[in-house]
């Protein structure tokens, strides 16, 4: 059974930091295509960046420049290191596979960032 447990989110003011966790098990994820989501109040979810197994990445959404996802296989963890945070960038984070049959999503992890 996959199971994804995201972690690291917070309060945070305009122009902080925040480093995101996403705990992963249940699949082969050394191989896997690893995604970061978000989805804010009102909104649907939407794709904030991805990893390949090789460690290539996209960054979606206005969050290039300001957001790096990164991957520790050993410890089968996915990251997002967010800096440069504004208001729009508040919303429940998730991380999940990148392209095809998604596993039942994660409880996310809240990032509100004050003005």
């Known amino acids: 059974q996959v199971q994804l447990v995201e972690s690291g989110g917070g309060l945070v003011q305009t122009g902080g930091s925040l480093r995101l966790s996403c705990k992963v098990s249940?699949?082969?994820?050394?191989?896997?295509?690893m995604a970061w989501y978000r989805q804010a109040p009102g909104k649907q979810r939407e794709l904030v960046a991805s990893?390949?197994?090789?460690?290539?990445?996209n960054y979606f959404n206005g969050v290039k420049g300001r957001f790096t996802i990164s991957r520790d296989n050993g410890k089968s963890t996915v990251y997002l290191q967010m800096n440069s945070l504004n208001v729009e960038d508040t919303a429940v984070y998730y991380c999940?596979?990148?392209?095809?049959?998604?596993?039942?999503w994660g409880q996310g992890t809240q990032v509100t960032v004050s003005s």
């Open positions: 999940n596979l990148a392209a095809g049959t998604r596993p039942s």
């Open positions: 249940g699949i082969s994820f050394s191989v896997a295509f």
């Open positions: 990893i390949t197994r090789g460690g290539s990445t």
